[in-house]
């Protein structure tokens, strides 16, 4: 697949530093580097990281609703591989927007007790855990175990193996021949991504990867929903661009892009997609309105009289 490095190199999740080194030829695996080396933390299966992070968030910050450290769980993960990317310029170098989400990170932080903080950095290394044998949706499963989901809302998050046959179903035979350079896809009402992790996972059972092949646009009204797509896109290395707002009326209230995106030089290429296809429109219009009708036979060739045909002599320039 691709590689993914982690890197958490304090005890806070703020000092985490997430660097992406595609390599999809020889097969990558997350790698966390704890500071306390040795840590079992490391060696555990997905099913123990699960059951590792459901104790360990049962006993942090006690006195706190669940679904507010939740909240701040996810929130602190998004800031932290945003803000990822520019952690080898100094901090006045930064664009505006990583300046306001790390402050947002610093109120979120600062207003828990040293004890819970040190909660967060393992919080994020089960999750890894959790995600790394394949692509699917942990958080949103996670939330709806958890009993945090909103369900006055209708907020419930659809299981891992219904995305995944939906997305078998829809997607496995053109991507199982892919001709082109890479696919676009746009989710609506994204949730917290599964149905973009399945395809994920589809496309990765066709050897193709997802940091090259794919680019994905996901929306969603409700900014924590959003956030888990966005940390867990991410961590799959997946480009694209996770949007709060609301799909149906297009208001756009903020714009995250996955590390996949910055590193992956999307911009460059969705501009080049764009133009191509909007000259081949031109092409088409113009052929139209000189009556050219790409599919009707070509007419027959004329010959011309044996009185018009001159005698030539061919010549080759070396």
């Given at each position: 697949m691709f590689t993914r490095t982690i890197t958490l190199?304090?005890?806070i999740i703020g000092a985490l530093s997430f660097q992406i080194h595609p390599s999809f030829e020889t097969g990558?695996?997350?790698?966390?580097?704890?500071?306390?080396?040795?840590?079992?933390?490391?060696?555990?299966?997905?099913?123990?990281?699960?059951?590792?992070?459901?104790?360990?968030?049962?006993?942090?910050?006690?006195?706190?609703?669940?679904?507010?450290?939740?909240?701040?769980?996810?929130?602190?993960a998004a800031c932290t591989l945003h803000n990822g990317i520019f952690h080898s310029f100094g901090i006045e170098a930064w664009p505006k927007i990583a300046g306001e989400r790390e402050a947002e990170y610093l109120k979120i932080i600062g207003s828990y007790d040293k004890e819970d903080q040190q909660a967060f950095p393992l919080f994020f290394a089960h999750l890894v855990g959790m995600l790394d044998p394949e692509p699917r949706d942990i958080l949103g499963q996670l939330y709806m175990e958890l009993e945090v989901a909103s369900k006055d809302q209708g907020q419930f998050f659809t299981p891992p193996e219904l995305s995944e046959l939906m997305a078998r179903l829809s997607h496995g035979p053109e991507l199982a021949n892919l001709q082109k350079p890479f696919v676009t896809v746009s989710e609506p009402a994204c949730g917290a991504g599964g149905m973009i992790l399945a395809f994920v996972k589809i496309m990765i059972e066709n050897k193709l990867d997802p940091s090259?092949?794919?680019?994905?646009?996901?929306?969603?009204?409700?900014?924590?929903?959003?956030?888990?797509?966005?940390?867990?896109?991410?961590?799959?290395n997946v480009?694209?661009?996770?949007?709060?707002?609301?799909?149906?009326?297009?208001?756009?209230?903020e714009v995250w892009y996955t590390p996949a995106h910055t590193?992956?030089?999307?911009?460059?290429?969705l501009k080049r997609q764009a133009s191509e296809a909007e000259h081949a429109l031109q092409i088409q219009e113009d052929e139209e309105a000189n009556g050219f009708n790409p599919t009707s036979p070509p007419p027959e060739p004329t010959p011309l009289p044996a009185d018009k045909v001159q005698p030539m002599q061919l010549g080759f320039d070396f």
């Open positions: 190199a304090a005890p990558g695996r997350p790698v966390l580097e704890d500071p306390l080396k040795g840590s079992p933390t490391l060696a555990l299966t997905a099913q123990e990281h699960r059951r590792e992070f459901l104790k360990l968030f049962r006993n942090t910050a006690r006195h706190r609703h669940r679904y507010d450290v939740f909240r701040d769980f996810v929130t602190l090259q092949r794919m680019w994905t646009q996901c929306v969603d009204v409700d900014r924590l929903a959003a956030l888990m797509c966005y940390v867990q896109l991410s961590l799959w480009p694209g661009e996770v949007i709060v707002g609301n799909s149906l009326s297009w208001e756009i209230r590193y992956g030089l999307w911009n460059v290429k």
